[in-house]
C-alpha cells in the first residue's frame, strides 16, 4: 500500500481500519524483509497519507498480541512490557511505535487493538483450516504438545470490535486487547474438530514446538468492556460452526 494508491481514493476517509500487513509468524521468519515491508512500510504509508492529505481521519490499526512474546503471567494486560519474539511480532511492535509517534507528535487520532486468536468461516488458514484438512484425510499428528494455551475470538466478534474502536480513537492513542478472556488448550480445540468429524481419534502431538510460537496467550479485556463491547461467540459454537462451513465447501 503506497501513498499513490490512497491518494486515488479521492476522498478524505472518516476512518481507515489499516488491516494489510504480514500475517504469517512462520513467513516472517523464513522472510523477514517481506514481512517488513508489508507491515511497517505499509503502516507508515498510511500514516503518512493521513499526515498529509486527510488529518481527520481516525486510524484503527489492527496489531498482534505477538507483540507480548512470552509472557510470565496470565492474563495479558495491555501495559506489560512487550518482548516479542518473532520478526512478525517486532514489525507489529514498529508499527505500533509509529502510531504512538503520529499520535503524539502531529495529533492524529488512532486506536491499536492487539488481536488474539482470531478465527471464523471463510479463513483458509492457520491452526483450524490445517487440522480440517488434516482430519479429513484421517491424518491426527500434530506438532506441539498440545497444551499451548490461546484465546480464541470469532471475526464476527472482532468487526464489533473495530467500528467500536473507531469511535474511541485518541490523540494519546488508544491501545486494547481484543480477545475473549478465556484460555483453550490446543488439544482441546483439536479434540473438539475430531469429534465434529465423527471421529473417535484423539489427536497426537510431537512435542516440537515451533519457533516464535509463544506457550499461553489470554487476554485482559476489561479495557474494551470498558467500552460497552463483550464478546458473543463462545469457542466451542465457534469452531462447531467453521467445521460445518468447512466441510459444505469441499
Not at 472518516?14 to 521468519?29: P, Q
Not at 503502516?43 to 497519507?49: A, M, P, W, Y
Request: net charge neutral; charged share 20%; aromatic share 10%.
Amino acid at each position: 500500500m503506497t501513498i499513490d494508491s490512497l491518494l486515488q481514493l479521492k476522498v478524505q476517509p472518516d476512518v481507515i481500519i489499516h488491516c494489510a500487513g504480514g500475517a504469517s509468524v512462520e513467513l516472517s521468519i523464513e522472510q523477514p524483509a517481506i514481512d517488513f515491508n508489508l507491515t511497517v512500510s505499509s503502516t507508515s504509508n498510511v500514516l503518512e497519507f493521513i499526515r498529509l492529505h486527510s488529518p481527520s481521519t481516525k486510524l484503527v490499526y489492527p496489531s498482534s498480541a505477538a507483540v507480548y512474546g512470552q509472557v510470565k503471567s496470565l492474563p495479558i494486560h495491555e501495559d506489560i512490557d512487550l518482548n516479542p519474539i518473532s520478526p512478525y511480532g517486532i514489525h507489529k511492535e514498529i508499527s505500533e511505535d509509529l502510531c504512538q509517534l503520529y499520535s503524539r507528535q502531529y495529533g492524529l487520532s488512532i486506536a491499536v487493538v492487539r488481536m488474539f486468536s482470531i478465527y471464523g468461516n471463510e479463513l483458509r488458514k492457520q491452526l483450524l483450516w490445517d487440522a480440517c484438512q488434516k482430519i479429513g484425510q484421517n491424518n491426527y499428528d500434530f506438532f506441539g504438545t498440545g497444551e499451548e494455551i490461546r484465546d480464541w475470538l470469532h471475526v464476527k466478534d472482532v468487526s464489533k470490535l473495530l467500528f467500536i474502536a473507531a469511535k474511541n480513537t485518541s490523540e494519546n492513542c488508544t491501545i486494547v486487547n481484543a480477545g475473549y478472556g478465556d484460555g483453550v488448550k490446543v488439544k482441546d480445540i483439536l479434540q473438539h474438530l475430531s469429534v465434529k468429524f465423527n471421529s473417535g481419534i484423539s489427536p497426537k502431538f510431537s512435542s516440537k514446538v515451533k519457533s516464535g510460537d509463544p506457550n499461553a496467550y489470554i487476554a485482559d479485556i476489561s479495557k474494551v468492556k470498558s467500552w460497552g463491547w463483550e464478546p458473543s461467540i463462545n469457542w466451542k459454537d465457534g469452531v462447531s460452526q467453521y467445521v460445518d462451513w468447512y466441510k459444505k465447501c469441499q
